[in-house]
């Protein structure tokens, strides 16, 4: 939780140690949990969006609309970034600021 809200982040991606995808984690569900040091796997969901590096912005677009999670970019089943909605809306709007 600390760390969510450190990165000013409502959800995050959770990788394994070979940076393979494991499901995401939502901040406001830390809490609700009800155990002050849960593990993040008791309020880890196990899906989110995931895209591969080549992915065109058109398939992003319904993706962050939809999604309250980050979408997961996936190369080899390794987790090598992840794009919020906010990077998805922001590369719709030109440098100066019209929707291209």
């Known amino acids: ?22 499901g995401t984690v939502h901040l406001a569900d830390v809490p609700a949990s009800g155990v002050a040091h849960s593990s993040v796997a008791s309020v880890m969901w196990d899906s989110c969006a995931i895209v591969e590096p080549d992915t065109r912005l058109e398939r ?6 939809d999604g309250d999670a980050p979408i997961a970019v996936l190369d080899d089943g390794r987790c090598i970034g992840t794009i919020s909605r906010e ?9 100066d600021g019209v929707a291209t």
């Open 60 to 65: 992003l677009i319904p993706l962050a609309i």
């Open 1 to 22: 939780m600390t760390r969510l809200a450190a990165q000013e982040c409502d959800s995050a991606v959770v990788v394994d140690g070979q940076d393979r995808f494991i």
């Open 87 to 95: 990077a998805v809306m922001a590369a719709l709007v030109g440098d």
